[in-house]
């Protein structure tokens, strides 16, 4: 790069800033897109499906990230509430969800929690993934996030 380590770690503060630098995940395109409202365009389960697919995408990298953060103890010192990712997740899904309630599209209930059961599920499922040395493949995924999708947002 042409930049002495002296000269970069002026610059960044810190090891640890430069590694959270480094490896922080950014905000999850998901987000922007469940902000954009629900589209009466497509069903609401399929859509729901393509967005819990991309956070896949996501995830896959997001994850070991976050893990190596964390144990270097990097993650706790640069982690601020802005970039409290989950949180705003769970609450552009559930605004999402409410959006697709109200035009009868998704079965009643409460979309605070059936945001949480998408995305929690998510979440662990990649956890455990990354624990175990394992990768899910994309067709799995796909499958199991449709059936997950099924059993929650459809209308009883």
Known sequence: LGVTAAALFHRVGSKNQLLAMALEPSEPPVIALMRGGYSRGAPADAQMVDFLVGMTNY?????????????????QETQTNNKNYPV??????????????????????????????????????????????????????RAFITSLVREILQRR
């Open 88 to 141: 705003k997740l769970r609450q552009a899904m559930a605004k999402w969800l409410k959006e697709a309630q109200a035009q009868g599209d998704v079965r009643s209930g409460d979309a605070r929690i059936m945001a949480e059961a998408l995305m929690g599920t998510i979440e662990i499922r990649f956890t455990v993934a990354y624990l175990k040395h394992k990768k899910h493949s994309r067709s799995s995924n």
């Open 59 to 75: 995830l896959d990298t997001a994850v070991a990230s976050i893990f190596c953060l964390r144990e270097g103890g990097v993650l």
